[in-house]
């Protein structure tokens, strides 16, 4: 069936009811209504349904499945959720829940994992974002399958039962299966602050729900209490959420007056915007964001503000793009609409949005997929940037709207170590089944000294650590290969101490395993170590010229 058909039957339904709901508050009669000549001839065609269709019409039904079609063609964030939906739609932001512990999106009939719990039991088992879920134990969830209401359905579920996911990921030819233990999913925002050195403070903040900023500001004064004078932000892979909750946090770091971020929309009401309120408690420190492609929506909101205001470093590669405003209406049924209602914009005037034809929304959902392709997660050269949306910061740097926010440092993806045996472990999930085969015998080794230089102590060294993790894969299935283990040797090594470090820790030491090597991390931390400035590192871009 071509788009046009679909927006077609579609829009009908959705005229239609809108008539009706009207007609309930003025009067059963069309002619009592104001509706445009479109909107007679629609209620004529569904009274004709009514009446005339050779088959009995269950005309609620008939519009109820049509509703999500419609407001999908509007833009890739508008969605209708029925009211068997909603309850479990809010959950990942207000509460906790029983399942497998990933954020999605249905486009083009298809189940994209959006973002991956920290430490949840995906994430145990090793999905990654951009990873699309084409069967749940024997069950499709593709095509007319791939509905919120199927994935909550068979995703979710009670604590300790299994579910088998078939995954579609980009580096793996073949369809690859995953068995996850279904487990309480936590919905911590901070899923990791701790003394990068010593002097600066580390906040990893994963989503932006009702209760970050609370949280956020409780780490912010601890770490203050250990002696950080610089903090790291690091929202990459942070798809968004409560845009009240990043406003808060770029506060703490604004003097009075600074504007954070506006909205515009067609109804005055969805017109808004923000100002620091001058009582931030953290105006004078250092300070650097990390965000990569999968940073959105919120994320960007706060590191826009931050860097319109020239207050810190942005450092890492290009945001994800998500500039467009959802307001959440309760329906009368208990369904609801999430309706794109306005655009943000960053303090210099830049819509981050990047581009969509509305209707269409596969090109919108490759766009990281296309990015990958021309090379931009490897060369900075290769960032497709939109001359024509130019815009000055409250100091006169010049920045680009269009697209998402370009970092002032761009720190290309690590690939050192990739290697076919390496993504065939990683594609697998034989790092985190050896981690979880081993963590008994090791936590008993750590005693009650349960820190991650203990553990370091306690653990083999590399070279046998490394021998045993691939005696383990070549008996599940992945043989030794030898000139590749070397490559990865590094990579390998850093991934299982930072699995077993969660499994026997807590996430915390996950992510300080994973920093260590981390280039971005570190790009940061030696920038803000050395007093380096947004525009110290502009002039250095024009010198090189």
Known sequence: MNSKRNFGLALLPLMLSIGVVVGIFMGRSMFDLNLSPQQEKLL????????????????DSLLEENYSQLVSLLDPHSAYITAKDLTSVNEDLEGSFSGVGVSFQILNDTVNIIEIVSGGPSEKVGLLAGDQILKVDTVEL????????????????????????????????????????????????????????????????????????????????????????????????????????AILMANEFLPFGSLIVYTEGQNPLNQSLAMADGRGEFVNNPLAVLTDEFSASASEIFAGALQDNDRGLVVGRRSFGKGLVQNQTTLPDNSALRLTVGRYYTPSGRSIQKEYKRGDNGKYEHDINDRYAHGEFYSADSIKVDKSKVFKTQGGRTVYGGGGIMPDLFVPEDTTGYTSYYINVLNSGLIQKYAYKISDYYRNLL??????????????????????????????????????????????????????????????????????????????????????TPFSIQMNKRNKR
Request: hydrophobic share 35%; charged share 25%; no cysteine.
């Open 44 to 59: 004529s065609v569904l009274r004709l349904i009514e009446s005339d269709y050779v088959d009995k019409i269950d005309v």
């Open 142 to 245: 593709t095509g007319k399958n791939a509905t919120n209401e199927n994935v909550f359905k068979f995703l979710r579920g009670k604590k300790g039962s299994k579910v088998t996911l078939e995954i579609k990921r980009q580096s793996s030819a073949k369809p690859l299966n995953f068995e996850i233990t279904r487990g309480e999913v936590p919905v911590n925002s901070v899923d990791s602050k701790y003394m990068l050195s010593e002097n600066t403070g580390y906040i990893k903040v994963s989503k932006f729900s009702r209760t970050t900023y609370n949280e956020f500001n409780k780490a912010l004064h601890e770490l203050s209490a250990e002696g950080a004078t610089d903090f790291i932000i690091d929202l990459r892979g942070n798809s968004g959420g409560y845009m009240d909750q």
């Open 447 to 532: 005693g009650n000294n349960k820190t991650l230089a203990h553990l370091n102590q306690v653990l083999p060294r590399d070279n046998s650590l490394l021998q045993n993790f691939v005696d383990f894969a070549a008996k599940n299935g992945v043989p030794a290969r030898w000139y590749y283990i070397n490559k990865s040797k590094k990579l390998i090594l850093r991934q299982l101490k930072a699995v077993i470090a969660r499994d026997l820790l807590g996430y915390n030491a996950f992510i300080q395993v994973l920093n260590e090597s981390d280039n971005t991390v570190n790009s940061a931390l030696d920038n803000l170590t050395k007093g380096v």
